[in-house]
C-alpha cells in the first residue's frame, strides 16, 4: 500500500488520488461494522449533497441562459457558489497604492493574501469587532 501519512504540501492530482483511496482504505478497516456502516453512510449522504449541488448550480445556468432570471430561493446558493469560485481562481497582483485593511476580531486567514507584500504602497490594519458577514449589518 502506498505511503499515506507523508505531509506534502501541494500535492500533484495523482498524489491527492492515492491519499484519498488511503484514506478510504483506512476507514473501510475500521475494526467494528456499524463503523464502517456509519462512514459509508457519511459518503453515501456527501455524494447526495454533491449531486443536490451540481443540479443547483445546472438549473441556476440554465434560467439566465434563456432569458429567464434565477429564482429567489436559489439566489443566495448562486451567489455564494459563483464567488466562491471566482475566490478560488483569483490570483491577488501587487498594488502600488497604499491600502486600508478592516480585519475582524475572528478573521479566517487566506495564505494568498499576504498583505504587507500586497501593498506595496503602505498597509494601514484596523481591527473591527464581530465576524467577517456582520461588517455591513447596522449596530
Known amino acids: 500500500m502506498p505511503e499515506c501519512s507523508k505531509a506534502i504540501t501541494k500535492l500533484t492530482p495523482e498524489q491527492e488520488a492515492i491519499r484519498a483511496n488511503c484514506v478510504h482504505m483506512r476507514n473501510l478497516a475500521l475494526p467494528g461494522f456499524r463503523e464502517r456502516l456509519a462512514y459509508l453512510w457519511q459518503r453515501v449522504r456527501s455524494r447526495i449533497e454533491g449531486i443536490k449541488k451540481e443540479l443547483k448550480m445546472i438549473a441556476c445556468r ?13 439566489r443566495m446558493f448562486y451567489f455564494f ?26 478573521h479566517s486567514h487566506d495564505s494568498r493574501l499576504d498583505w504587507p507584500r500586497l501593498a506595496v ?11 467577517h458577514l456582520e461588517i455591513l449589518k447596522e449596530s
Do not use: N, W
Open 121 to 131: 504602497g503602505g498597509l494601514e490594519i484596523h481591527q473591527i469587532p464581530g465576524e
Open 81 to 106: 457558489e459563483i464567488s466562491y469560485q471566482a475566490a478560488r481562481k483569483y490570483t491577488p497582483q501587487v498594488y502600488t497604492g497604499s491600502m486600508i485593511l478592516f480585519r475582524t476580531e475572528t
Open 62 to 74: 440554465s434560467y439566465p441562459a434563456v432569458g429567464g432570471r434565477v429564482p429567489f430561493d436559489l
